[in-house]
């Protein structure tokens, strides 16, 4: 049983890295059963498909973001700005360990036949639980919520979610391309992301 549980994880490991260095459609199944160590049957005994293994690497991926909001967004003030300081490094060590499935992620959703973009998918559970963070937050200072909750969404999409997963997607290009370490990228980050979207809370 052990074996065959490392098998499996070993063949969505490979085919994360493969989809992230060659994309989803440039990788071949043959490609991921040989760097895997294991036969192509092997593969099609776990998997329906290539498809199949995408889409229990995106299942996965949006269960760890699940666990994500349920660690480190639920029950804490995100208004106060040493618990975003917390909350913000907390996402961002998190999510750069899926580095690999957020760029496949993000390319699979730009696509023009992409039935249901997992970047909204996750940019919905992000939205949903910082949603109600707000609403408690001005529940608590007599402030009723904004009604408008579509601007809401739009304003947490763009201004919250995508600069999150984009900072993650294009770190290291961005901090090779102008010469930057992590450590000021990440401080630079952050102190744009309270200038933007904690600003935009700030000011409802």
Avoid: C, W
Wanted: no cysteine.
């Amino acid at each position: 049983m052990g074996n065959a549980v490392e098998s499996k994880q070993k063949i969505l490991n490979v085919a994360e890295k493969l989809f992230a260095e060659k994309g989803f459609d440039g990788a071949r199944v043959s490609e991921i059963a040989s760097e895997a160590g294991v036969n192509k049957a092997l593969i099609y005994y776990y998997f329906n498909s290539k498809e199949d293994i995408l889409e229990t690497l995106f299942t996965i991926l949006i269960d760890d973001f699940k666990n994500l909001i349920k660690n480190n967004m639920i029950g804490i003030n995100i208004f106060s700005e040493d618990n975003l300081d917390i909350v913000m490094n907390s996402i961002l060590d998190y999510i750069l360990t899926k580095k690999d499935i957020l760029r496949v992620a993000m390319v699979e959703s730009m696509k023009a036949v992409s039935e249901q973009s997992i970047i909204i998918k996750i940019g919905e559970m992000l939205i949903s639980a910082e949603i109600e963070e707000v609403r408690q937050s001005l529940l608590e200072k007599g402030i009723k919520s904004p009604g408008n909750i579509k601007e809401i969404l739009v304003a947490e999409f763009f201004t919250g979610t995508l600069p999150v997963l984009n900072y993650v997607i294009f770190e290291d290009e961005f901090t090779h391309h102008f010469n930057m370490d992590e450590k000021e990228y990440r401080e630079y980050f952050i102190k744009a992301f309270k200038q933007t979207h904690f600003a935009y809370h700030l000011k409802r």
